[in-house]
């Protein structure tokens, strides 16, 4: 039996991205597999642990629960579509790299992604409500604590991060 096709266009990154692909395609497989931007992770594939974590229209949902085709004429913005260009790192990415809160670097894409969504909405968030905000996102390595370190670094104000 063939599998259904569809035709989509989604903007990801900012670039509208015209495809047609099998109906059942993952928005994470169509990113890693059509798009090659691989920063996205597939890990539970059940939408528990967060490496697979996207904007959509702004918002951080799980793209290893979302059919491409259901994010059809929306944005999508990965890891990749953080950095301001090619090369360069986000204030965001640069504390996480300050902070250590790199690690093993599986949950990192996803950790960004929340990191970024939450800033976008708090730009000056307490603890908390950094905890709260990548408390969907396992971290295999534990390290909660430089990621709240990255996310406060990125955040605070110049004369702070200098001390």
């Known amino acids: 039996m ?3 096709l569809v035709s989509i266009d989604i903007a990801v990154n900012g ?10 395609t993952t928005l994470v497989d169509f990113l890693r597999d059509h798009l090659h931007l691989t920063g996205t992770h597939v890990g539970c594939e059940h939408g ?3 490496a697979c974590t996207v904007l959509l229209d702004g918002e951080p949902v799980r793209s290893c629960c979302l059919f ?7 944005a999508v913005t990965t890891v990749e579509g953080l950095a301001p260009q090619r090369g360069q790192l986000s204030t965001l ?5 300050e902070a250590h809160a790199l690690q093993c670097g599986y949950c ?6 929340a990191c970024h ?4 909405r708090t730009p000056h968030p307490s603890e ?10 396992l971290c295999r390595c534990t390290g909660y604590q430089q990621i709240v370190d990255a996310v406060k670094r990125a955040t605070a104000p110049a004369a702070e991060v200098s001390k």
């Open 15 to 24: 670039v509208i991205q015209p495809r047609t692909v099998e109906a059942r």
């Open 93 to 97: 990415q640069d504390a996480f790299c």
């Open 48 to 50: 528990v642990c967060g």
């Open 68 to 74: 491409a085709v259901q994010a059809k004429g929306m």
């Open 128 to 137: 908390a409500e950094i905890r709260e905000a990548i408390g969907g996102n």
């Open 2 to 4: 063939a599998t259904p």
């Open 108 to 113: 990192t894409p996803g950790m960004l992604v």
């Open 117 to 120: 969504a939450l800033i976008e």
